[in-house]
């Protein structure tokens, strides 16, 4: 199942009316680590008013939000909206509030809240990740210049490359092209070579 998410630490900052609104986004895959993050930025900016948080992990089945001491239901729960919304998953986002002296009002801390998580959001760098196989193939070495362009020409990357007697070579596919790869490689070596499927895995790749 491909999801979409961000592993680059990133971070945002807003102001409205004298308040600033820092936002930071964490990759996490699991609620502990989410909850480690939190306490990390708790840590960081504690002299701040406010940490709110939100956070989707466990590919979106574990989702938690806090106010933090804001009015219940103007900070946390508009963040994991922006979240879920985006589509994007396995990250936390904590968004810290100097206070600027000004009421906000509880629709004014809404799309503070909102704005702000939103904007750690665009600026971020975000992954899909595709459904794929790690694969192995065992090979004379006469053999490794054409499999390692049977292997570019079907979009894997080359993982490790094993010499002993023979060579073994470890590579990854993305699982539309592992069909066509095989036919491939059949018919280059007349089926006397066999890809192994060691694993199912998820590659990442960079959206444009």
């Not at 998410?5 to 990133?10: C, E, L, S």
């Amino acid at each position: 199942m491909s999801y979409q998410t961000v592993f680059k630490r990133n971070e945002s900052e807003y102001v409205e009316k004298r308040s600033r609104f820092i936002a930071t986004l964490c990759h996490c895959e699991t609620e502990d680590e989410a909850n480690t993050f939190v306490k990390e930025m708790k840590a960081k900016y504690w002299d701040a008013r406010h940490n709110v948080y939100a956070y989707s992990v466990e590919g979106g089945r574990m989702c938690r939000f806090s106010d933090d001491g804001e009015p219940h239901g103007t900070a946390g729960k508009p963040m994991l909206d922006c979240i879920q919304g985006s589509g994007i998953t396995n990250i936390a986002v904590v968004v810290t509030r100097y206070f600027g002296g000004i009421l906000l009002g509880t629709g004014g801390l809404v799309r503070a809240y909102s704005k702000a998580t939103q904007d750690v959001l665009n600026s971020a760098e975000v992954y899909l990740m595709l459904p794929g196989t790690a694969c192995e193939i065992v090979c004379e070495y006469y053999d490794l210049t054409l499999i390692q362009k049977l292997i570019e020409n079907c979009d894997g990357e080359i993982k490790n490359t094993e010499y002993t007697d023979k060579i073994t070579i470890s590579f990854i596919l993305k699982d539309e092209f592992c069909d066509d790869f095989k036919e491939k490689l059949r018919e280059t070596f007349s089926a006397r070579l066999k890809m192994e499927e060691k694993s199912k895995i998820l590659l990442p790749f960079l959206k444009k």
